[in-house]
């Protein structure tokens, strides 16, 4: 098919969003349900959108991730929002792992102004933005060095990992599915990040509103598994009660 312009519009919110729910298009684009819901349905029956309920997200591979460089510049603000409210709650003078992700290393340079931080990462763009802040210690994960992201994956890096007990895990994730599965897409990198929110006190998860309902391949937790939760945008449904019902601490950062 030729998208209309109308279809076209509708591309590009869902396409800068990641994700939306179909109530939020039809105020976006000042059209009727009726009329959203038949644009979404054609535009995902031709492979360009991929539905969920009362939603629609971009369509994409459930078993590769998009590349770094394009993930930075994607909902930048978002998440520089989000890692601004976690660095409000982080304290000085503890202790912390913050895992691979873009998320993540916002969080890293959210954190440059705290003190007597101790920091254990297998992310190496989290360790060179934190080296910059003498008043914390960096300590870095050995192991496989995936050149694509500078994160450090493997055995080695869980034997390393599974050394120490950090009172917060700070940590990113690809996508949380609507059963309450965090997942992700390299089942090494999982193995990791298992082992970093088995080895917290605390775990926080840092995700943008575009992960939700967004699939991915391996699991990692579920949301049972995580205690706070920091996104830039009220979660949509089912999210609320899953994380009621988790006990998860939800901080939208407006």
């Known amino acids: 098919m030729t998208p209309n312009p109308r279809q076209l519009a509708l591309l590009h919110a869902v396409q800068s969003q990641g994700s939306v729910m179909l109530d939020d298009l039809s105020a976006t684009l000042g059209v009727s349900l009726q009329t959203v819901r038949r644009d979404v349905q054609r535009l995902a029956d031709e492979g360009l959108l991929a539905r969920f309920h009362g939603g629609v997200r971009v369509a994409g591979s459930t078993v590769e991730n998009i590349a770094h460089g394009q993930r930075q510049t994607l909902h930048a603000e978002g998440k520089a929002r989000i890692a601004r409210a976690v660095a409000r709650e ?24 705290h ?47 599974r050394q120490f007990k950090v009172d917060i895990a700070l940590v990113g ?39 939700f309902n967004r699939p991915a391949m391996v699991e990692v937790a579920r949301l049972s598994g995580i205690d706070r939760l920091f996104t830039d945008a009220p979660v949509p449904e089912p999210f609320p009660a899953l994380l009621h019902d988790a006990q998860v601490r939800c901080h939208v950062a407006n």
Request: a negative charge.
């Open 90 to 113: 982080v304290p000085n003078d503890c202790s912390l792992i913050l895992n691979i992700g873009t998320t993540t290393e916002a969080i890293a340079q959210a954190l440059l102004r």
């Open 115 to 161: 003190t007597g931080l101790r920091v254990i990462t297998n992310n190496l763009n989290v360790a060179l933005t934190l080296s910059a802040n003498p008043q914390c210690e960096v300590i870095v994960a050995g192991g496989v060095l995936r050149g694509r992201d500078r994160g450090v994956v493997g055995e080695a890096a869980i034997d390393f990992i």
């Open 173 to 211: 994730i690809s996508g949380i599915e609507a059963d309450g599965t965090l997942r992700d897409y390299d089942y090494r990198e999982v193995k990791v990040s298992q082992a970093i929110m088995a080895h917290a006190r605390e775990v926080w998860l840092a995700a943008d509103h575009s992960k």
